[in-house]
């Protein structure tokens, strides 16, 4: 399951409202062997749900979030340290190269490179 995700280029992420109800949300990510980084708008709704409870899950999808793999348990944590955050944009500059290079290039002109929160999943091997 783990190496399904691994070769993706996008995943789903769920995270969970107050009433338990799961948001899917397509995302680009970095990483491996159940450890991944996304960004995201620090404003975000997925950011939100975060900040109350790192309960998640994950799956390999499609740009459009057709899933193409099964869901897998996951726990996710908002970045506060500047290394940890570094790391994180490291990896996705790796992975997307000149395409996370342009997407930074955009949000430092709009001004929102600085309000971005990185992201750090851990999945549970276990698929749902």
Known sequence: MARQLDAARY???????????G??????FAGGDGTYYVF??????KV???RRASRARVA????????????????????SSP????????ALRRKYGWQMRVADVMA??????????????ETHEHPE
Do not use: H, M, Q
Not at 60 to 79: M, S, T
């Open 48 to 50: 939100k749900r975060l």
């Open 83 to 90: 290394e940890d955050t570094a790391a994180a944009l490291a």
């Open 11 to 21: 995943f789903s992420l769920t995270t969970y409202r107050k009433d338990g109800r």
């Open 23 to 28: 948001v899917d949300t397509p995302v680009w």
């Open 108 to 121: 430092k002109l709009s001004g929102r490179f600085g309000k971005r929160t990185y992201i750090r999943v």
């Open 60 to 79: 390999a999808c499609d740009v459009r979030g057709r899933l193409l793999a099964g869901w897998i348990p996951a726990d996710a944590y908002l970045l």
């Open 40 to 45: 995201s708008a620090g404003n975000a709704g």
